[in-house]
């Protein structure tokens, strides 16, 4: 009987660019992309696969293609979840018609069925289909948990082979492992604890980043195994962030990830969003990740700026133009965190001799009141190049307030400018002859100063980033022009 062990990526379903069908060729593409990186098997048709926006003529069609392009090479095992028994049985027997390893089984949901119906639920289907069977609990998204007394109750099954818990939670696991693991397979579902699991006892993951860094999850599987627990941790450490965002945001973080890296995956299927499931912030620091690992790599962009053509190493994606030209004038903006501490950016790059420097002289030889602009420095009397010039957006009426635009804020600016030129992103051959002049918010009402500082620190980064590749684009404004929202005026 198949035990499931390795790194699985829960397969995003790639669909049309308008998301109305799905992209078959697209969808072999991935495929081919997970298997040749060294994965253990596929998912098709999982919670990352928005299996529950799908037909289910849609879904048979997924894991058919799925089955046809592995051709052998992996296992692959279905996702055939449903709410309702009937339903998940004839996905589950569809799966082994065509040819699945085995299948995946969320518990059922919306209707919330007690201990009784959940045990009926998966008994019916392992009784009816000779199929190995994954359970998989992931109670934030089925509003239903499978408890670890039901599952000891269900490793009694004989196809019953393993349990998928995407629930974040190690006491559950280890819950889970004291009891059935010499029965059954305990599996990691949750990005942000595969170190942790794995090292309790897991057999292997199934991941939504394993679609993104299928290869690191594989060294870090390794790792365990061969006891390298340092190893293990400081991996898991590297790509943090990167399974923070995914975790939190599903097949819409997961499908930028693998879009920013020219595997087209499309968009996701309403009502999931970019801007709403994925922040723009989020989108902005998986961008930035994702290079950092050498996932989205590094190419030349030439700089025209006066009469100095420069090359320079930049961190970008396809959106980015191989020449930026018209340096006179640059614009950009970015908003970072939440709350009371939320920052807001809005910034113009320039040249001295341009507007830019024009606005510089002016702000600094006749301020408006409240608004009282000042240079980013790091340290008393060392400011920071390009020469920047903060201007709070928010009019300032007291000392506290002023202690935190011209405190923490002012530093994280400066913070952001030096390390904007340390990593190419502004040229350093070019920092003399720029000018940066950033409005920043800071909310009057704002306490907590550490927040402070790392707000401004990513929203400054991100809209210099902006400003230097000229983003949004048209394209992306157009595509965004529906959702989008005022950002301090309410969450829905």
């Known amino acids: 009987m198949f035990k499931p062990e390795g790194i699985f990526p829960a397969l995003v379903t790639p669909f049309t660019d308008d998301g109305n069908a799905v992209d078959e060729e697209r969808l072999r593409t ?91 639920h998966f008994d019916t289907i392992a009784s009816t289909v000779d199929l190995p069977i994954i359970l998989y609990n992931i109670p934030q998204c089925t509003g239903v948990e499978l408890t670890w007394q039901m599952v000891e109750d269900l490793a009694q099954i004989p196809n019953i082979v393993g349990v998928k818990d995407s629930s974040g939670q190690l006491k559950y696991v280890l819950a889970v492992l004291e009891k059935v693991r010499d029965k059954i397979n305990v599996l990691c579902g949750h990005d ?30 390794n790792h365990i195994k061969n006891g390298e627990l340092q190893k293990a941790r400081e991996l898991q450490y590297k790509v943090q962030k990167i399974a923070r965002i995914i975790a939190g945001s ?78 006179k004038l640059r614009v950009g903006e970015a908003l970072a965190g939440q709350g009371a501490e939320v920052a807001h950016i809005d910034l113009l790059v320039g040249e001295k001799n341009g507007p830019v420097g024009e606005a510089f002289a002016k702000a600094k030889a006749a301020p408006t009141p409240g608004h009282e602009p000042l240079l980013a420095i790091l ?66 009402t704002a306490v907590d100063r550490q927040r402070v500082y790392i707000n401004n620190y990513k929203a400054m980064r991100h809209g210099i980033r902006k400003a230097i590749e000229g983003r949004p684009t048209t394209d992306e404004l157009i595509a965004n022009k529906d959702r989008s929202k005022h950002p301090f005026k309410y969450t829905p």
Not at 98 to 111: H, M
């Open 30 to 120: 991935l495929v081919n992309h997970c298997v040749e990186l060294g994965v253990h098997g596929v998912v098709p048709c999982g919670t990352t696969g928005e299996f529950v926006n799908m037909t289910t003529e849609e879904k048979k069609c997924v894991i058919k293609a799925v089955v046809d392009e592995v051709n052998g090479r992996v296992r692959v095992i279905a996702g055939t979840g449903a709410s309702g028994t009937d339903q998940a049985l004839e996905m589950t027997k569809y799966a082994k018609d065509v040819g699945a390893d085995a299948t995946l089984i969320v518990t059922p949901f919306y209707l919330k069925p007690t201990d009784r119906g959940i045990y009926e």
């Open 192 to 221: 942000e604890v595969v170190v942790a699991a794995l090292a309790a006892g897991c057999s292997g993951a199934i991941l939504a980043s394993a679609n993104v860094i299928p290869d690191i999850w594989i060294q870090v599987y």
């Open 250 to 327: 599903g097949a819409v973080g997961t499908k930028e990830g693998l879009n920013m890296m020219k595997i087209k995956v499309g968009p996701v299927r309403k009502p999931l969003s970019v801007g709403g499931e994925l922040t723009y912030e989020a989108k902005e620091e998986l961008r930035l990740d994702l290079e950092k690992i050498g996932k989205i790599k590094p190419k030349p962009v030439k700089f025209e700026i006066a009469e100095k053509p420069i090359e320079e190493r930049f961190m970008a994606v396809d959106i980015t133009p191989e020449t930026i030209k018209a340096f």
């Open 379 to 444: 340290e008393p009397n060392l400011s920071v190049k390009p020469i920047t010039l903060i201007v709070p957006t928010v009019t300032i009426t007291s000392m506290r307030q002023a202690s935190m635009v011209f405190g923490p804020a002012q530093t994280a600016v400066a913070k952001a400018v030096v390390d904007s030129v340390a990593d190419g992103t502004i040229p350093k051959v070019v920092a003399d002859d720029l000018i940066i002049i950033a409005n920043v918010f800071v909310h009057p």
